[in-house]
């Protein structure tokens, strides 16, 4: 069912029974429990007065799902940074480590290709510091008149979130978003920020994130595109 720029999907479950359930698991999946006598239009109604509810819950678990693609860390794999692709090429060294970004091709020197995925990880981890130091104080400047600024914005890997933010005011990004373009780095932290205000997916909660960031949808959706 179509709902502004979403779309809920839900499947039907009618039995003899007087009112109506509806059920978000933590796999996403949406149950309708219905009265048996009761019409699709009736359903279809009931549904869209809850639609705002259902959609805060999907977001909810949303936040606990893994979205980032198991690597195997070899050469010819494709890897993102900043939003643009780079073809990884790994060669032996008896020397230093390192990575660098040449062309189209991100190359990586190591002393055991085992230890590629390890290199890779402490480049993202370098880099990822580096540009949400940057990054970050446009948009906690925006949260500022409502007196709000988090006690710390950490930055580590993450293996099932894009970010956190714990109800002692510390704000986690997972490095793994300096593949993604700079916008949909500062949707994750305007979502986490708005957490400060309000700690749950409510409707105040959305609404805070809409007056803050108008196209929020757009970044989380790109998101979820280039980091599935």
């Known amino acids: 069912m179509p709902y502004g720029a979403d779309t809920i999907d839900f499947s039907l479950v009618q039995t003899d029974r007087k009112t109506f359930r509806i059920e978000v698991s933590p796999n996403l999946d949406v149950v309708v429990k219905a009265p048996i006598k009761v019409n699709k239009d009736a359903i279809?109604?009931?549904?869209?007065?809850?639609?705002?509810?259902?959609?805060?819950?999907?977001?909810?678990?949303?936040?606990?799902?893994?979205?980032?693609?198991?690597?195997?860390?070899?050469?010819?794999?494709?890897?993102?940074?900043?939003?643009?692709?780079?073809?990884?090429?790994t060669e032996i060294t008896k020397k230093d480590e390192w990575v660098k970004l040449k062309w189209k091709f991100m190359l990586a020197s190591v002393l055991n290709k085992k230890n590629t995925e390890t290199v890779l990880n402490r480049r993202y981890l370098e880099r990822a510091k580096e540009k949400f130091n940057v990054y970050i104080y446009p948009v906690l400047d925006s949260f500022k008149k409502h007196n709000i600024c988090p006690n710390d914005v950490r930055?580590?890997?993450?293996?099932?979130?894009?970010?956190?933010?714990?109800?002692?005011?510390?704000i986690t990004l997972n490095t793994e978003l300096v593949r993604a373009p700079r916008w949909c780095i500062e949707y994750v932290l305007t979502h986490e920020c708005c957490h400060l205000i309000e700690f749950g997916h409510t409707k105040k909660f959305y609404d805070l994130q809409s007056t803050i960031m108008p196209d929020w949808k757009k970044w989380k959706n790109k998101l979820e595109r280039l980091l599935a």
């Open 44 to 89: 279809l109604n009931k549904v869209k007065k809850r639609s705002v509810r259902i959609l805060e819950q999907i977001a909810y678990f949303e936040d606990f799902h893994p979205r980032i693609t198991p690597r195997k860390y070899i050469s010819w794999e494709t890897f993102l940074f900043l939003w643009k692709q780079y073809i990884l090429k």
């Open 155 to 170: 930055i580590r890997k993450m293996a099932t979130r894009r970010g956190s933010c714990s109800r002692k005011w510390n």
